[in-house]
DNA sequence: AATGAATGAGCATTCATTCAT
DNA sequence: GATGAATGAATGCTCATTCAT
């Protein structure tokens, strides 16, 4: 029951997701997401009061995606060098497999929708990034980059790389695109 | 008079501009564009019949002014090496100038409001920019690079920069956050 | 349920069709529409989805309604003439009771807001008018007049009769000028 | 000079005629009436001081273009019979030259806007119309009708027919049916 | 819980009218 | 006189939200 329900909610942010980034928050009626999701009107709101608690609700979701994807494979073990090569192809895979998301997060990350409670909440997931880079710069494999720079460097052009597959630019050789642009992000930053 | 009519466009526009990027395209009412323009709500459609119009002149102008920014002070009979940083510096004190604009252009990009037209004919200012990378990787200062691939990764790396400076992480220090990322993103791209 | 339902629109219906017949259809917002109905302009919208919905709702009603009224006591046993004068007399007193939906019809049966469907949906129920006039030529009780003028003449001339009454020329002495008009169209038509 | 200004105000009122009968009276912006009438916006209003004031400039114009039509060819010596003879084909023929101008009197003459000043002055020209009429009753070749009824009835027949052909329903044969539905009232209305 | 009718504030757009040039 | 830019009230229509069933 409980299931069911949760499989209620999580429907609609995922048709939230999909028609947010399609048509932006004002250019979605929460109508339209209803009916997309198989609902009544009414029901939405019973499970979201208000239209922001569904962005919110959508941009939490697609971030713990985001951050499970990340961590996928990651060995403990291995060198910075090879953590960073996993983090970069992870993000690439799971981008392209979830453009919705992908995009939803670009657009929605610096949105005023976003509550600062959601913000907040979602970056939580994301503390290991930073432990990794700055386990590379004490380990003088990473160069030294003023404190969270780095992150966002990696992030940006991990997304230019991922905005041409889903654009259709460069649909074949994904795997080499990602190699190739890996050494690119990588021989800039590494010492 | 002709003077007094484009700038009455322009402040109209440059209003816009703001207004857009703080709330979006659906989440500003012309009303108050018109109101934040210090003209009637009548007025604005004289000059826009649509919105949409509005957006598309948004546009148009902020890429201009971005082109012509990007443009100033690149020698030609410098090296690729000279012309990259001259760009690079270019693009990130234009973004901290014009974070209006700046932001509108990346929000806006992808826009389903931004017509064809006004894409192509923005388009037509980049060109150079491809030239100045091509005579690069012809010369073999830059690594073979998908095609297009280059001008992107180069801009939205840029933009990681400029975002760090305009939510103010890093105030100070400008220019010598230039000079670092840049040789950043040009370690891994130069040859 | 759907009574009240049917009953809600035939309540907005029923205040369109004398709203644009005072004051036209563009003269007639439809938040009065709403106001005199007694709802509120949403729910207007909530069942006509568009202002010319509502018009076309209105002329089919009218139009069914006059349809009705028509056939009332007509003898199908009965001559031609008494046929013929039955029909004057059921029009005329209807136009008498139900002057909106007279007006309604005689302004916006030519009207560009009518569609081709409703129209032509409307007429159906009008066939069996030319079935006994054309019954009274073949009987040769009528003068053979090109084929639809008949049905128009005698329309237009009882027209000319309601208008007369509605705006309060001759009310009393209906049935009398009832009488006389129908002298008046009868001897000139029948052989 | 004068010329020039009536003729100025002429093209505007023949202009406002059209376009009302094609699309009502809110439904035609003063804006397009002038870029019709090839003048500015400001230029309509330098005439017109109100839109109001347009349509009953071009009623008062339209109903004694219809009076001077009505009366062209009358004998006066002619019987009853000739002169209602030639009042039908009169009022048939203008009707086929001058559409524009004969739907405009059905639509607009009971319409709110014309004020009651304008009614009054053009129904001036009309009293010949009933003087023949009544010479005809007092002749004993008219049926006795109630008053005004005979001028009405007279009228809204001649519509019928005037309806028929500018739809192009008989756009031949025209003479013919002139003298067809002439019997048809005649012989309804005389002794 | 689920529905969908009802609400009314809000928005893009239109248009009669004014007025500076 | 003629122009057309400027105005702002008005209008058709949308949509988040409520609520009776």
Chains 1, 2, 3, 4 share one sequence.
């Not at 209620?8 to 947010?20: G, H, P, Q, S, W």
């Not at 985001?66 to 060198?79: H, M, N, P, Q, V």
Request: aromatic share 10%.
């Amino acid at each position: 029951m409980s299931d069911d329900l949760n499989e209620k909610k999580a429907v609609i942010v995922r048709t939230a997701v999909r028609l947010f980034t399609e048509k932006g928050f004002h250019g979605t009626p929460t109508s339209f997401i209803a009916k997309e999701a198989g609902i009544s009107n009414g029901t939405l709101f019973h499970y979201f009061p208000m239209k922001e608690d569904l962005i919110n609700s959508a941009y939490a979701m697609a971030k713990s995606h985001l951050a499970a994807a990340l961590k996928a494979g990651i060995d403990r073990e291995s060198t910075i060098d090879g953590k960073a090569r996993c983090l970069w192809g992870n993000l690439i895979r799971w981008g392209i497999k979830n453009p919705d998301e992908f995009r939803f997060i670009e657009q929605f990350g610096c949105s005023p929708y976003i509550s600062k409670i959601t913000e907040e909440e979602t970056m939580n997931d994301f503390g290991f990034l930073e432990e990794i880079f700055m386990e590379g710069m004490r380990k003088d494999a990473i160069k030294k980059i003023p404190d969270t720079l780095v992150v966002e460097w990696f992030f940006e052009a991990n997304s230019a790389i991922i905005h041409r597959i889903i654009e259709g630019k460069n649909p074949e050789k994904i795997d080499e695109l990602i190699d190739v642009s890996f050494e690119l992000i990588w021989r800039g930053m590494s010492k």
